[in-house]
């Protein structure tokens, strides 16, 4: 069976993108979908603000995203996958510095620990802006992170584009499977922009539902 190919584009660093990633990664289970993986950044998306909405004022985003550039530049997007992941579970255990938890991840992942060092590098921000300017170009600087774009069967071929679905929790089994169809007849519908529900909760990063 043709698969739908659902393309990914999220900032490291959001706990919120995190629980829509393993949504996803549920969803492969369940449905024919694969996900490619590729990089966005909280930190171009807000250049040139007068207020960053981050509080990011030391540039501290940039050192995950720029690390992650560096691997799917050198590595593809599939090592950029289990990066990804090991940055939130291996990586995370470590606690909430950077530095040390990229170690961590790149280890867990199978990655050469040296490209940690792009994080304090700029020889990837190229990369960076260029895969941000990908994805947010499908859909506009309106949103954040992180923007799906999915096409084939499931579509009708149709390249359907849409930001988030933010939840705080990660769908299992058929869950999973129910709010990937929801989402692609919502976004797939002509004019359609914008559909929210009750107030944020906490991300819970372990809690599948």
Request: glycine fraction near 12%; aromatic fraction near 8%.
């Amino acid at each position: 069976m043709d698969k739908t190919i659902a393309d990914f584009w999220f900032d490291p660093s959001c706990p919120y993108t995190w629980i829509t990633s393993r949504w996803l990664v549920e969803v492969e289970k369940v449905r024919p979908v694969e996900v490619r993986w590729h990089v966005m950044s909280l930190s171009v998306l807000n250049e040139g603000r007068d207020e960053d909405p981050e509080g990011d004022t030391e540039g501290y985003l940039w050192v995950p995203v720029r690390v992650c550039a560096a691997v799917r530049q050198e590595y593809g997007q599939q090592a950029l996958g289990r990066l990804y992941t090991a940055m939130w579970t291996a990586g995370r255990a470590r606690g909430t510095d950077w530095a040390g938890a990229l170690d961590a991840a790149l280890a867990a992942a199978g990655l050469p620990a040296e490209l940690a060092g792009a994080g304090m590098s700029t020889a990837y921000d190229e990369a960076v802006r260029a895969s941000h300017a990908e994805g947010i170009g499908l859909i506009g600087e309106h949103v954040g992170t992180p923007v799906v774009a999915a096409a084939g069967p499931a579509t009708g071929g149709e390249r359907v584009v849409f930001f988030g679905p933010v939840i705080s929790r990660i769908p299992t089994g058929e869950r999973a499977g129910r709010l990937w169809d929801g989402t692609l007849l919502v976004a797939s519908t002509p004019g359609f922009h914008e559909l929210k529900g009750v107030s944020h909760e906490e991300p819970r990063l372990d809690d599948p539902s």
